[in-house]
C-alpha cells in the first residue's frame, strides 16, 4: 500500500489549479502545531518553530512507518495568520503578525503519538520550542480559496480583492484566520514561481 498523501488524498485543498477566488468546503482536519509571532523573513522563533515542526513530523512518519498501512508523506507547511492591528498585513509589517504553523497530519495520528513524538524529537534534538508543539484539529468548512504564484510579498492585491469585493459580492463575511499552504520551497524556488494556497474561512450572511 502507497503511503498516504494528503496532496493526494485532498486535491481540492493542497493542489488547486484556481488562480481566481472560489468556494470549498474543508473538512475536519488533524495537525501538528506551534504558535509564535514577529517577521517570518528574520524572527529566529520563525526558523526554530519550522525546524521543530519538521523534526516530529519525520518523527511521526518513521514510526508510523512501522506499522502496516500506517506509513504517510509529511505534508507542506501551513500558517495561520493574524495580527492585533488590521492594517499589518497590507502595510506588510512583519513585526507585528502573529502565527501558528501547521503541518497536516493523517486522522490516524492521534494526540497521544504526537506526545510521543514530541517527547522523542525534544531528546535528540534539545530544541526547546520542541515543547510547545502541540496536537490540533481544526474544521474550517465553507472556505474561499486561490492558487497565489508568485511572491509572498506579492499576496497584498489578491487579499484585497476578497476583503474589498469577493466576499461582498457573495454574501459572505471572514470567520476565521487566514490560512496559507506552502507548496514550494522558497530555498529552492524563484520568488515569481512560488505556489501558495491562500485560504479565508467564511460564512454566508443573512439575508
Do not use: C
Not at 504517510?72 to 501551513?78: D, G, I, S, T
Not at 488590521?86 to 503519538?113: G, H, N, V
Not at 510547545?132 to 474550517?140: C, D, M, Q, Y
Not at 479565508?200 to 450572511?205: D, F, L, T
Amino acid at each position: 500500500m502507497a503511503p498516504y498523501d494528503v496532496k493526494r488524498a485532498q486535491k481540492e485543498l493542497y493542489a488547486p489549479r484556481n488562480t481566481r477566488w472560489a468556494l470549498v468546503d474543508v473538512p475536519e482536519q488533524q495537525f501538528v502545531a506551534v504558535d509564535g509571532a514577529g517577521d517570518p523573513n528574520t524572527a529566529p522563533a520563525y526558523a526554530e518553530a519550522v525546524g521543530a515542526l519538521y523534526a516530529v513530523a519525520y518523527t511521526l512518519k518513521f514510526a508510523a512507518k512501522a506499522t502496516e498501512g500506517g506509513d504517510f508523506v509529511v505534508a507542506p507547511l501551513e500558517g495561520l495568520w493574524w495580527s492585533d492591528r488590521l492594517d499589518a498585513f497590507t502595510r506588510r509589517d512583519k513585526d507585528a503578525w502573529q502565527w501558528t504553523l501547521l503541518i497536516s497530519m493523517p486522522s490516524w495520528i492521534t494526540e497521544d503519538r504526537v506526545e510521543e513524538a514530541r517527547q522523542s524529537a525534544l531528546a535528540k534534538k534539545k530544541l526547546p520550542v520542541i515543547s510547545r508543539l502541540r496536537h490540533l484539529t481544526l474544521h474550517e468548512g465553507l472556505s474561499a480559496q486561490v492558487l497565489h504564484i508568485g511572491s509572498y510579498d506579492d499576496e497584498t492585491p489578491v487579499m484585497e480583492e476578497l476583503h474589498g469585493t469577493y466576499l461582498a459580492d457573495h454574501g459572505l463575511r471572514a470567520t476565521a484566520r487566514h490560512h496559507e499552504v506552502y507548496l514550494g520551497d522558497p530555498r529552492r524556488t524563484a520568488p515569481e514561481k512560488l505556489r501558495t494556497v491562500l485560504r479565508q474561512p467564511v460564512e454566508r450572511v443573512d439575508g
